[in-house]
């Protein structure tokens, strides 16, 4: 009879234990999840994984390998002794985005074979940076798509009769049909040298909206607007006061925007870069547009599966990205510097209609990105639109 109540309470109590784990790991996967609905997709996305790991008897903590690696090392004893080693290997390419001495910083790196080139037009706001025209000047290493040079860095091969395919998001009824935000908005530029009153938040970056990329998004939507498409600009800095975690933010609030206004079929996540020579200084990435002005060269960085991460529909964005390039450089043939395709998502997977925009360089002053801004946001609006009357007719 001792034996059956000892039984029992031995059962009752790793019946606790089961149910208490079970609650913190619930927790723990819906912590960043700001209504039920988003509880659900992060329960229904990490409820799968967990099962498959129960089945393997791979359930250590902290590890970072997908089942897919963790079942691969475990049929190798000799990879199996060095699996901490592998995890730290997987661990630096899954980071989204990668961690430079302690801050997140979007992974771009320079494309393949860009030459600088002196622009040959005076500077319409020179801010006393030194200025380049940076172009692809061969094609190596490129997957090259009519006049669209990619940079690719990931496993996946491409194909450029699949890029050339139609891409898949498209306007729909309802408003609003484009929403503008900024993963890392305090990015700033170099205004005019003199200028007073801006408080800097870090390096080349601040808060004050005349000088950081939330002034592009601004020129984007109003010339978004101004063409027809209804627009939601989100003006939130994620990146400040706390700039790790910023990607993990901007998600939360895309799905909570995604979910209010199904209308939206388009996220532009608009950043800048940063561009140095080879003693650490910092220059500006110029194109002339005609009438002697220069607007700072930009850039679309697409995700990709390749860190593990589910990304199904990477490739339907990266092909409104070669679209869009390829529309941009036919009006505007310098404006646009190689695409760059990552292993990253970079949020994309959200929507099929994802981009990352790069508007310039740190050292570009606010107006060359503002110009550049709104002629992106010209082109970009007449292709959709394009699209639109094309399916309509």
């Given at each position: 009879?001792?034996?059956?109540?000892?039984?029992?309470?031995?059962?009752?109590?790793?019946?606790?234990?089961?149910?208490?784990?079970?609650?913190?790991?619930?927790?723990?996967?819906?912590?960043?999840?700001?209504?039920?609905?988003?509880?659900?997709?992060?329960?229904?996305?990490?409820?799968?994984?967990?099962?498959?790991?129960?089945?393997?008897?791979?359930?250590?903590?902290?590890?970072?390998?997908?089942?897919?690696?963790?079942?691969?090392?475990?049929?190798?004893?000799?990879?199996?002794?060095?699996?901490?080693?592998?995890?730290?290997?997987?661990?630096?390419?899954?980071?989204?985005?990668?961690?430079?001495?302690?801050?997140?910083?979007?992974?771009?790196?320079?494309?393949?074979?860009?030459?600088?080139?002196?622009?040959?037009?005076?500077?319409?706001?020179?801010?006393?940076?030194?200025?380049?025209?940076?172009?692809?000047?061969?094609?190596?290493?490129?997957?090259?798509?009519?006049?669209?040079?990619?940079?690719?860095?990931?496993?996946?091969?491409?194909?450029?009769?699949?890029?050339?395919?139609?891409?898949?998001?498209?306007?729909?009824?309802?408003?609003?049909?484009?929403?503008?935000?900024?993963?890392?908005?305090?990015?700033?530029?170099?205004?005019?040298?003199?200028?007073?009153?801006?408080?800097?938040?870090?390096?080349?970056?601040?808060?004050?909206?005349?000088?950081?990329?939330?002034?592009?998004?601004?020129?984007?939507?109003?010339?978004?607007?101004?063409?027809?498409?209804?627009?939601?600009?989100?003006?939130?800095?994620?990146?400040?006061?706390?700039?790790?975690?910023?990607?993990?933010?901007?998600?939360?609030?895309?799905?909570?925007?995604?979910?209010?206004?199904?209308?939206?079929?388009?996220?532009?996540?608009?950043?800048?870069?940063?561009?140095?020579?080879?003693?650490?200084?910092?220059?500006?990435?110029?194109?002339?547009?005609?009438?002697?002005?220069?607007?700072?060269?930009?850039?679309?960085?697409?995700?990709?599966?390749?860190s593990g991460l589910e990304h199904p529909d990477w490739l339907?964005?990266?092909?409104?990205?070669?679209?869009?390039?390829?529309?941009?450089?036919?009006?505007?043939?310098?404006?646009?510097?190689?695409?760059?395709?990552?292993?990253?998502?970079?949020?994309?997977?959200?929507?099929?209609?994802?981009?990352?925009?790069?508007?310039?360089?740190?050292?570009?002053?606010?107006?060359?990105?503002?110009?550049?801004?709104?002629?992106?946001?010209?082109?970009?609006?007449?292709?959709?639109?394009?699209?639109?009357?094309?399916?309509?007719?």
């Amino acid at each position: 009879m001792k034996q059956r109540k000892s039984l029992g309470t031995v059962l009752r109590r790793l019946e606790a234990a089961l149910l208490a784990a079970g609650t913190l790991w619930i927790a723990a996967v819906t912590a960043g999840s700001d209504t039920a609905a988003a509880a659900f997709s992060a329960l229904k996305e990490a409820l799968p994984e967990r099962a498959l790991r129960w089945e393997l008897g791979d359930l250590r903590p902290g590890d970072g390998l997908s089942p897919a690696a963790a079942l691969t090392i475990g049929e190798s004893a000799l990879l199996l002794a060095a699996r901490k080693d592998v995890a730290a290997l997987q661990s630096l390419e899954r980071q989204e985005p990668a961690e430079e001495d302690g801050e997140t910083q979007v992974p771009v790196r320079a494309p393949v074979e860009e030459t600088p080139v002196e622009p040959a037009a005076p500077l319409a706001a020179d801010n006393g940076v030194p200025a380049k025209t940076l172009i692809p000047t061969d094609p190596s290493g490129y997957t090259v798509c009519g006049r669209v040079y990619i940079s690719n860095s990931t496993a996946h091969a491409l194909s450029v009769p699949e890029l050339q395919k139609p891409f898949a998001a498209s306007l729909g009824e309802g408003e609003p049909q484009v929403l503008i935000l900024h993963t890392h908005g305090s990015e700033a530029y170099t205004p005019a040298s003199g200028t007073e009153g801006i408080v800097w938040s870090g390096d080349y970056r601040t808060t004050d909206y005349r000088y950081n990329v939330v002034r592009v998004g601004d020129e984007m939507a109003e010339v978004l607007g101004d063409a027809g498409l209804s627009v939601l600009h989100d003006r939130t800095l994620y990146d400040y006061p706390n700039y790790t975690g910023a990607y993990d933010r901007a998600l939360a609030s895309i799905r909570r925007y995604l979910e209010k206004y199904p209308s939206i079929r388009f996220v532009l996540d608009v950043h800048r870069d940063a561009i140095e020579d080879g003693q650490g200084n910092q220059y500006k990435a110029v194109s002339e547009v005609g009438d002697g002005e220069t607007a700072a060269q930009m850039s679309l960085v697409m995700g990709s599966d390749g860190s593990g991460l589910e990304h199904p529909d990477w490739l339907e964005n990266l092909r409104l990205a070669a679209a869009v390039q390829q529309d941009v450089l036919e009006h505007y043939p310098t404006l646009m510097r190689p695409v760059l395709l990552r292993n990253s998502r970079y949020n994309q997977h959200a929507t099929t209609g994802s981009l990352l925009l790069e508007v310039g360089a740190a050292g570009n002053s606010p107006e060359e990105a503002a110009l550049a801004g709104r002629l992106f946001a010209e082109r970009f609006a007449a292709i959709l639109k394009e699209k639109t009357e094309n399916a309509a007719g």
